[in-house]
């Protein structure tokens, strides 16, 4: 099962690795949700790798009362996230539409998708958005990104991926 550790936004990739260092252990996984999207760099589009949710790390267990005795030897603010006093896992219909995205795979990311518009409706052609259309919120074409809504402990959560539109029809 998923579970979700809040951490100091930009410390997310520093605690992943002191998690799987110091404590994970086997059968364990503990990683960082990252997103494909292209940026300009020096005048020329370019895959960059950002956090689909800043201040977030993920563990994959089933004995999570353990994990967080041993999460107590890495300093920083790490904290599970909870319902009421229960460490709660993700649902498994928010799990299943995340690994769907394609974070079960190596590396946990979404890959960057592309498609083009057929008048206002959009058609994801390639990549991780792939019969997805019906959950993005706004298009921003010229910057290659689009915002998705993501089930995420119980409410919606919008994040936003890399989508290149190639073309208008």
Known sequence: MWYVIQVFTGREMEIA?????????????????????????????????????????????????????RLKQIKGMTKVLRTGE????????????????????????VEYSEGYLEGEKLVVTSGALEGYEGRIKKILRHKRLVVLEVPLMGRTVEV???LGVVEKR
């Open 17 to 69: 690795q002191k998690c799987r260092d110091r404590i994970m252990e086997e059968g364990e996984d503990v990683f960082v949700p990252l997103a494909e999207r292209q940026t300009k760099i020096r005048g020329e589009w370019q895959i960059v790798r950002t956090k689909l949710f800043p201040g977030y790390v993920f563990i994959d267990t089933e004995r999570i009362e353990d994990f967080h005795i």
């Open 86 to 109: 229960t460490m709660t896992p993700l649902q498994e219909e928010e799990e299943r539409y995340l690994r769907r995205l394609g974070l079960d795979e190596d590396g946990h990311v």
């Open 160 to 162: 936003t991926l890399g």
